[in-house]
């Protein structure tokens, strides 16, 4: 990942830093920061929460009180939901964003964001639900012939809920990830869950709106799906083998 710049019609790396700072905040208050802000899609039969993922409809209502105005513009993810017709899932916009916060119980202060920080937000916030959703592509596409159209079914967050994974990771000396997805993808059918951890990458992309480090796998919950790791484990070491003697042949 590059370092935001000052020139360039990118935001300050000191501003930047203070969105991070904000961001993680989040987290450690409410346990997410993805699952809070995804698109929040119509509900069905009228009920006050979406059970695909537990948020109540949108609200687009400026709040009381609230400091400034903020737009209500959406924008249209490349992530398909599941149903009979092609219909994608609906970032929040950034007038979303602030009302699902006070419904979490977060009280703004003079010191916090600006009106001018939460289209960054959710740039952020839109820019790595797609790198995730780029990945799970991915891995679906050992399964191409089975399925060529997997679609996104439902998502949850368990920032707190550590997968083995980043356990092991922790034990070899890396830092545990800042949060957690479980994603339930539709393979034409077939339900498969991937764990999605997201790692502190320590700056933004002014140009990709990146920070987060993402590991995206399915889940070890099926023989399938142990088969797929296992197999991309050895195309990696197998490359990466490849790669180090043609290095040094080189040499």
Request: glycine share 8%; net charge neutral.
């Amino acid at each position: 990942m590059s370092h935001a710049q000052e020139s360039g019609g990118t935001q300050s790396r000191s501003t930047y830093l203070y969105i991070l700072n904000f961001l993680h905040q989040i987290i450690k208050q409410f346990g997410y920061f993805q699952a809070v802000l995804i698109g929040e899609c119509p509900v069905g039969g009228g009920g006050d929460i979406d059970p695909t993922n537990m948020m109540p409809p949108p609200n687009q209502q400026p709040s009381p009180g609230q400091p400034f105005p903020l737009p209500t513009d959406r924008q249209i993810s490349s992530i398909p939901k599941v149903g009979d017709k092609k219909e994608y899932w609906v970032y929040p916009s950034p007038q979303m964003f602030w009302n699902a916060m006070l419904r979490k119980g977060w009280i703004w202060k003079a010191e916090d964001i600006k009106k001018e920080d939460m289209n960054n937000i959710i740039k952020i916030h839109n820019a790595n639900n797609e790198q995730a959703w780029r990945e799970v592509l991915k891995w679906e596409a050992l399964h191409a012939k089975e399925c060529g159209d997997p679609r996104l079914k439902s998502f949850g967050g368990k920032a707190t809920q550590y997968s083995p994974r980043a356990r092991i990771r922790q034990l070899l000396g890396y830092e545990l990830p800042f949060d957690r997805h479980d994603w339930i993808v539709d393979r034409c059918g077939k339900d498969v869950r991937y764990v999605i951890d997201y790692y502190d990458g320590g700056v933004i992309d002014g140009n990709t709106y990146q920070f987060a480090l993402l590991d995206v796998r399915p889940a070890m919950d099926s023989i399938e799906n142990v088969w797929d790791r296992m197999k991309v484990a050895y195309w990696r070491w197998k490359f990466e083998r490849e790669e180090k003697q043609q290095q040094q042949s080189s040499n």
